[in-house]
């Protein structure tokens, strides 16, 4: 397989597999760019169909993590993992205590956080053999509850507040009471958005592979359950995508009958074109990398001991940077996932001024050692 001349490979720095015969470890750390700062990003399992579409997925979310971070206002760079395999059935200590050996051995050029298939528990055993793990460790927010690592609920609100700028934008309205919301995956960030607009009223159109997830969304939320295969076709005000990437392709670009689509998953579009698309049907994309960032905030947050309420406060201002793209792409006739890559790409390229906010921990290149240091 040649990584070089893959679509997906887009310049990065370092794309490196890890394989380790006494625990099965099979993975690949990909590592976009570090022009902020240490490339940080989740590790994930799953069970690929090949190595060719794990090598992919790697490359795909990687490079999503340095536009994240970026836009997010954050000093790092962007990074991802993938441990092929089953979560449900192919986890182990040994296996995690090798991951992390693995990690270790790129001396802090990316550090691993949790994702889809991993948990704060296979973390911590990553953590046993390298410092380069964030969000293992317990924290006490602002109200006195105890807070670990799992980025779901900081990734959830922020979506949350995403969906209600993209609602203000394109529908003109303060309020989600009474909307639709059709939501395609109702996991951990699936769900907790549910309960987020649940309780701002609106009503909940959900799918998921999971019959459990379902039964929990319909019996504590009201919602109504849709059949995964049509999830995307439902009317509805909002479409949010919350499962595997790939939600808006060829097929769903043509059935979708919505006026939003604001997600939680990666890489949501199947392919750049689809923006193109979306924008030519009057329907307004919320770019997932913007949208989504909240959980990577909370881990910076937590791994350098900022506070809890702090890091509430940045993922709010989400909303405000989506603001600031749609406007921007109005102005300029141009699709929001044009603009937020540029505006990304201003921040964190070579010859591009990184401005961060005042709550983020350093300026451009001269961030960099507060991810790369031990825990």
């Known amino acids: 397989m040649a990584v070089f001349s893959l679509a997906d490979f887009d310049g990065h720095e370092k794309v490196v597999f890890g394989n380790d015969l006494e625990s099965g ?11 902020l700062g240490p490339a940080l990003g989740g590790c994930r399992m799953y069970p690929y169909f090949s190595e060719e579409d794990a090598v992919k997925d790697v490359l795909r979310l990687s490079r999503g993590m340095t536009y994240k971070s ?10 991802k993992s993938v441990i092929i395999g089953n979560p449900a059935t192919g986890k182990s200590e040994a296996l995690f205590r090798a991951m992390g050996r693995f990690v270790n051995s790129l001396s802090g050029q990316y550090v691993m956080a949790q994702d889809s298939g991993t948990s ?14 964030a969000g293992v460790e317990e924290t006490v927010d602002d109200q006195g509850n105890i807070r670990d ?7 959830a609100f922020g979506v949350f507040v995403s969906i209600q700028a993209a ?108 923006a193109d698309a979306l924008r030519e049907r009057g329907i307004l994309y919320a ?48 699709t929001t996932a044009a603009v937020a890559d540029l505006m990304a790409e201003e921040r964190f390229m070579p010859n591009g001024v990184f401005l961060a906010s005042d709550e983020t921990i350093g300026v451009g290149v001269g961030a960099p050692q507060l991810m790369s240091n031990g825990r």
């Open 120 to 133: 704060v528990a296979d973390l911590q055993a990553a953590a046993k053999e390298t410092s380069y793990v």
């Open 167 to 274: 609602v203000r934008h394109q529908l003109g309205r303060a309020s989600m009471r009474g909307l639709k919301v059709a939501i395609q995956g109702v996991g951990k960030v699936g769900f907790a958005l549910a309960q987020h607009l649940h309780g701002a009223g609106a009503h909940l159109l959900v799918s998921d592979v999971n019959e459990k997830n379902l039964i929990q969304a319909r019996d504590r939320l009201q919602a109504t359950v849709v059949d995964n295969d049509t999830i995307c076709k439902v009317e509805a005000d909002v479409f949010a995508p919350c499962a595997m990437g790939g939600a808006i392709n060829d097929i769903s670009i043509n059935q979708l009958r919505t006026s939003i689509v604001a997600g939680a998953a990666n890489n949501q579009l199947a392919t750049p074109q689809m």
């Open 287 to 334: 770019p997932d990398y913007v949208i989504n960032a909240g959980g990577i905030i909370h881990i910076h947050y937590m791994r350098n001991q900022l506070g809890w309420e702090a890091s509430t406060q940045h993922v709010r201002r989400i909303g405000d940077t989506l603001q600031e793209i749609f406007a921007r792409a109005d102005a300029e006739n141009s």
């Open 25 to 35: 470890l099979k993975s690949i750390i990909a590592v976009h760019n570090t022009n």
């Open 70 to 79: 970026a836009l997010a206002g954050l000093p790092m760079g962007g990074g």
């Open 149 to 155: 690592g799992n980025p779901s609920p900081a990734t």
